[in-house]
């Protein structure tokens, strides 16, 4: 398969963005949320450490102390079935308390150590309710270097919507994670209507 090449130069076999949105309520206020994805150190909580499954999770984080602003750059590692990840992002829009927004550059050694470069945009929209907030979670993957073994379905249209399918209920969990985390640390109940499947 022919990779195409982004402007860059850089390979891409991805025939489209992969994207992938989840939402979840939090009885917790916005700045609340904000400030447990601003500083970047605590992703490691509620990405890593809540996570139950240990082939998908945040393994460790390198960011600066405080509050992330547009420019700070991160580094971390993570699992997922696959393989393992080595990942360095760049936060590209902080502003508190509504959206939080960062580029990924992840380097997957697949589980045959073939090394794959994904590139994704992770970005938190954070919106007011009656009671607490929205975390609006949404992922593109705008490039993947190539596609070796189970990677090739993402150019396949019906399968890649199940894998993105899978790839939404992963998501889900951690947005779950950050939401309840943020209550635990704003000292208020779980939100009404939490989905915990």
Do not use: C
Not at 77 to 84: E, F, S, V, Y
Not at 110 to 116: C, E, Q, S, Y
Request: proline share 6%; hydrophobic share 40%.
């Amino acid at each position: 398969m022919a990779a195409q090449h982004t402007e860059a130069g850089r390979a891409n076999a991805l025939k489209g963005e992969l994207r992938v949105h989840v939402e979840e309520p939090s009885a917790a206020p916005p700045a609340a949320v904000y400030e447990l994805l601003a500083n970047v150190r605590n992703h490691l909580e509620w990405a890593g450490d809540r996570q139950p499954k240990d082939n998908y999770r945040l393994l460790s984080i390198e960011a600066p102390e405080g509050r992330a602003i547009v420019g700070t750059e991160f580094s971390s590692t993570g699992a997922d079935p696959m393989g393992r990840f080595a990942d360095s992002s760049v936060v590209t829009e902080a502003t508190a308390p509504s959206l939080f927004e960062f580029v990924t550059e992840a380097n997957q050694t697949l589980k045959k150590g073939t090394v794959v470069v994904w590139t994704s945009v992770h970005r938190y929209e954070i919106t007011p309710q009656e009671r607490g907030s929205r975390i609006a979670y949404t992922i593109r993957t705008v490039r993947i270097s190539r596609l070796p073994g189970m990677l090739a379905v993402f150019n396949v249209p019906g399968l890649r919507s199940l894998l993105l399918k899978f790839a939404g209920s992963n998501a889900r969990r951690g947005v779950r994670n950050l939401a309840r985390l943020a209550e635990e640390r704003a000292g208020v109940s779980p939100a009404a209507g939490r989905r915990d499947g």
